[in-house]
């Protein structure tokens, strides 16, 4: 089992280092170890800047996640939010990004609920996820030079008092093509390593979950910034 899951750890880990909160897994703990993890996390989430990406945006079939209850994007250890900036044309681009970083952390969370036993994501979500991975390259590419013509053209869409906001835009271009030149490195091996999980699901359920564990912690705890 290690050879489907721990491999998809790996290649998730830059995308999830890039603007997700730190987050501890609090599974298997109890009483005060559970409480303090519990309050941890909900303190990371409160400092995430933006709102959630509601999971329909990115495909339709997610819909029943869009609940905030029920939204990974609206966790700190699956987060993935857009910032707004005021300038339509700014945050379509930045909604583009996100979700294509989307398809990577949703691989994630599909596969952490295989391990815990949970294999409804993996036939409900993983195909059609599998398909959306393999355009990642191309479609997060065409982003990529998109991104880079809306900094260089910045002093024209940010004219007068909204000039003001070409730091703050500046910087939030670039952390979004960041992650859209790792996604593009990360979305051919994660399809990968999901289609070998869609092809065998129970696999995870069997054992998995010690294993995925392990794995989860150490790719995102490495990747995160201390």
């Given at each position: 089992?290690?050879?489907?899951?721990?491999?998809?750890?790996?290649?998730?880990?830059?995308?999830?280092?890039?603007?997700?909160?730190?987050?501890?897994?609090?599974?298997?703990?109890?009483?005060?170890?559970?409480?303090?993890?519990?309050?941890?996390?909900?303190?990371?989430?409160?400092?995430?800047?933006?709102?959630?990406?509601?999971?329909?945006?990115?495909?339709?079939?997610?819909?029943?996640?869009?609940?905030?209850?029920?939204?990974?994007?609206?966790?700190?250890?699956?987060?993935?939010?857009?910032?707004?900036?005021?300038?339509?044309?700014?945050?379509?681009?930045?909604?583009?990004?996100?979700?294509?970083?989307?398809?990577?952390?949703?691989?994630?969370?599909?596969?952490?609920?295989?391990?815990?036993?949970?294999?409804?994501?993996?036939?409900?979500?993983?195909?059609?996820?599998?398909?959306?991975?393999?355009?990642?390259?191309?479609?997060?590419?065409?982003?990529?030079?998109?991104?880079?013509?809306?900094?260089?053209?910045?002093?024209?869409?940010?004219?007068?008092?909204?000039?003001?906001?070409?730091?703050k835009v500046t910087g939030g271009?670039?952390?979004?093509?960041?992650?859209?030149?790792?996604?593009?490195?990360?979305?051919?091996?994660?399809?990968?390593?999901?289609?070998?999980?869609?092809?065998?699901?129970?696999?995870?359920?069997?054992?998995?979950?010690?294993?995925?564990?392990?794995?989860?912690?150490?790719?995102?705890?490495?990747?995160?910034?201390?």
């Open positions: 089992m290690r050879k489907i899951v721990a491999p998809l750890f790996a290649v998730l880990a830059l995308t999830l280092s890039s603007g997700t909160a730190m987050a501890e897994d609090c599974s298997g703990m109890s009483g005060k170890d559970l409480k303090n993890c519990e309050k941890a996390n909900k303190k990371a989430l409160k400092n995430l800047k933006g709102v959630p990406l509601k999971p329909s945006v990115v495909d339709a079939a997610w819909s029943a996640m869009d609940a905030d209850d029920a939204n990974p994007f609206a966790t700190p250890e699956y987060a993935v939010r857009v910032d707004p900036v005021g300038i339509k044309e700014i945050d379509a681009y930045f909604e583009k990004a996100a979700v294509i970083k989307a398809k990577i952390v949703m691989t994630k969370y599909v596969v952490d609920q295989a391990a815990a036993g949970n294999v409804d994501l993996v036939g409900s979500a993983g195909p059609g996820l599998v398909k959306s991975l393999a355009a990642i390259p191309n479609d997060a590419q065409a982003l990529v030079g998109e991104g880079k013509e809306l900094v260089g053209n910045l002093p024209k869409i940010l004219a007068g008092p909204d000039a003001m906001k070409i730091p271009l670039t952390k979004a093509i960041d992650n859209l030149t790792g996604a593009i490195k990360e979305a051919p091996n994660a399809a990968k390593s999901l289609g070998e999980l869609v092809k065998n699901p129970g696999a995870a359920a069997a054992g998995a979950a010690g294993a995925a564990g392990a794995a989860a912690g150490d790719a995102v705890d490495g990747a995160m910034p201390k």
